[in-house]
């Protein structure tokens, strides 16, 4: 790698290798490689904030990926498609709350307590998990 500093101090036949004939023309060439070394370092300032975009591009897309807790049943812990609300107030996926009471739970899975089998449609969070 040749530099402004080793160019200056390069004799008069080998400033003529470079097809320098003057000193005023090895002050055009050092401004020139000073200024193809800034371009050069402006394009990779350019590459990087490029690249840091694509990386939070890819990292908002994972967390797109991930449905808010709030939609995400409880028992089955995935999104939730026919939610509802059980006596205990929660919302369930409706196939994960019949599937519980089924196996002989009559109580919350979450507090515990003893809840009718009575379910009422969340139409609210059955939107939320559409829109998502």
Same mark, same amino acid.
């Given at each position: 790698? %040749?530099?402004?500093?080793?160019? /200056?101090?390069? =004799?008069?036949?080998?400033?003529? &290798?470079?097809?320098? *004939?003057?000193?005023? +023309?090895?002050?055009?060439? %050092?401004?020139?490689?000073?200024? /193809?070394?800034? =371009?050069?370092?402006?394009?990779? &300032?350019?590459?990087? *904030?490029?690249?840091? +975009?694509?990386?939070?591009?890819?990292?908002?897309?994972?967390?797109?990926?991930?449905?808010?807790?709030?939609?995400?049943?409880?028992?089955?812990?995935?999104?939730?498609?026919?939610?509802?609300?059980?006596?205990?107030?929660?919302?369930?996926?409706?196939?994960?709350?019949?599937?519980?009471?089924?196996?002989?739970?009559?109580?919350?899975?979450?507090?515990?307590?003893?809840?009718?089998?009575?379910?009422?449609?969340?139409?609210?969070?059955?939107?939320?998990?559409?829109?998502?």
């Amino acid at each position: 790698k %040749i530099n402004g500093i080793v160019l /200056l101090s390069l =004799n008069e036949s080998e400033i003529q &290798n470079f097809g320098i *004939k003057s000193i005023e +023309e090895l002050d055009s060439f %050092i401004d020139l490689l000073k200024q /193809l070394q800034k =371009n050069n370092n402006d394009q990779n &300032n350019e590459h990087n *904030k490029q690249k840091v +975009e694509v990386e939070n591009q890819k990292d908002q897309k994972k967390q797109a990926a991930i449905p808010p807790e709030d939609l995400i049943c409880p028992l089955s812990n995935k999104l939730m498609i026919d939610p509802v609300i059980a006596q205990d107030g929660n919302t369930y996926e409706r196939k994960a709350i019949e599937e519980w009471f089924k196996n002989g739970n009559n109580t919350s899975p979450i507090t515990g307590e003893q809840i009718e089998t009575f379910l009422i449609p969340n139409k609210l969070v059955k939107n939320q998990c559409e829109k998502w």
